[in-house]
């Protein structure tokens, strides 16, 4: 079976095992106070260009959006998202678990816009029952979305610009975030996102890592007492370095967009096969991710010898699914899906 389902069915990339096993039995400090970290947190900070940002390492994507959400949130508030964001359907109520509600936006392809932000912010704050209800404390969108779509620099703008004037916190998950500054026709830049949101993190565990997420600070006013949260969220990992190799390595000369780069082309190579042989897509994704709506019969035939993700029943014949590539996809296993398409009748 090669399984094209999602992004993280790999382990790392192999400098980072080398990397790994090179400092294996060094001796560091603990809790991300290494040298490695530190110098992870450098290259970070230039690549962001963001010289004053606060740099922190965790574990995994649902440990990082409850430890940033809930270091931001008082008590009486919730997270302005869209309704198929990550933290409102794949994260098991891990918000809410921590006492903050989701407040969803419609959407049909995961981004949420400025005027939605605005309108539900001055929904809840010219009723006059306002205090009955949850308070929107900050936005979160993702980036790419969970169906694939990226926001253009105009787009993050206009939210970065209503969210600066409602005094809400703009928050962006980047589990993905490489293979979205790698997908064709983005002309959003790391340093463009730095300058436009108040907290961001930058994946490992899907784009090249073993594990991890190096969540960047940039506003001055959250930065404080955030090793507190992690610590309370259980995720200051003691073994700290292992985190800090990872991001040291795929930071230091440019591994990380190289290996996204790979994986989007992996994918648009997909896509491009999928549209010649007449299926329409259900995303117009030009990431690592790929949605298209295929006839019932012709999954079964594909499902013989490739896995991928369901996503959503179409019509009675027809369903959406995921072809999703990553940094490791094996160029011969992306061939022989296209000559299978194209053997399709």
């Not at 790698?182 to 730095?194: F, K, N, Q, T, V």
């Not at 190096?214 to 990992?237: C, E, P, W």
């Not at 959503?312 to 992306?334: G, I, L």
């Not at 022989?336 to 009748?345: C, F, G, H, P, Y």
Request: aromatic share 8%; charged share 20%.
């Amino acid at each position: 079976m090669i399984r094209f389902e999602c992004d993280y069915t790999e382990g790392a990339h192999e400098r980072i095992i080398k990397r790994l096993m090179q400092t294996n039995e060094e001796q560091t400090a603990g809790y991300g106070l290494d040298d490695h970290c530190e110098k992870a947190r450098t290259y970070i900070r230039t690549a962001c260009r963001a010289e004053n940002a606060d740099i922190h390492f965790l574990v995994g994507g649902t440990q990082t959006n409850t430890t940033i959400i809930a270091s931001i949130l008082r008590p009486h508030q919730g997270a302005v998202a869209a309704i198929t964001g990550h933290i409102a359907v794949h994260e098991t109520g891990a918000i809410e678990a921590t006492g903050h509600k989701v407040l969803t936006l419609p959407s049909d392809d995961g981004k949420i816009q400025a005027h939605q932000v605005k309108e539900l912010y001055d929904a809840h704050w010219n009723d006059v029952t306002h205090e009955h209800m949850v308070q929107p404390g900050l936005v979160y969108i993702s980036h790419p979305t969970e169906n694939g779509t990226t926001y253009s620099k105009a787009e993050l703008a206009a939210l970065s610009k209503v969210c600066r004037e409602c005094g809400l916190p703009l928050v962006i998950d980047g589990a993905r975030l490489g293979y979205g500054l790698a997908a064709a026709g983005s002309d959003l830049s790391l340093p463009d996102i730095a300058g436009l949101c108040d907290v961001f993190y930058i994946g490992g565990t899907k784009v090249g890592a073993l594990l991890g997420e190096a969540v960047v600070i940039t506003n001055d006013a959250l930065k404080k007492d955030f090793r507190y949260m992690i610590k309370q969220n259980g995720g200051m990992l003691a073994k700290g370095r292992l985190l800090g190799i990872q991001f040291e390595t795929l930071f230091e000369d440019g591994l990380y967009y190289e290996i996204s780069k790979h994986a989007v082309n992996m994918a648009m190579i997909i896509r491009e096969a999928f549209a010649e042989k007449g299926f329409s897509f259900r995303y117009n994704s030009m990431t690592n991710q790929q949605f298209p709506i295929l006839p019932n019969e012709v999954l079964s035939i594909l499902g013989e010898k490739y896995s991928y993700s369901f996503w959503e029943k179409v019509d009675a014949k027809h369903s959406a699914v995921r072809f999703c590539t990553s940094w490791a996809t094996k160029k011969e296993n992306v061939e022989m899906l296209v000559n299978d398409i194209k053997a399709l009748r």
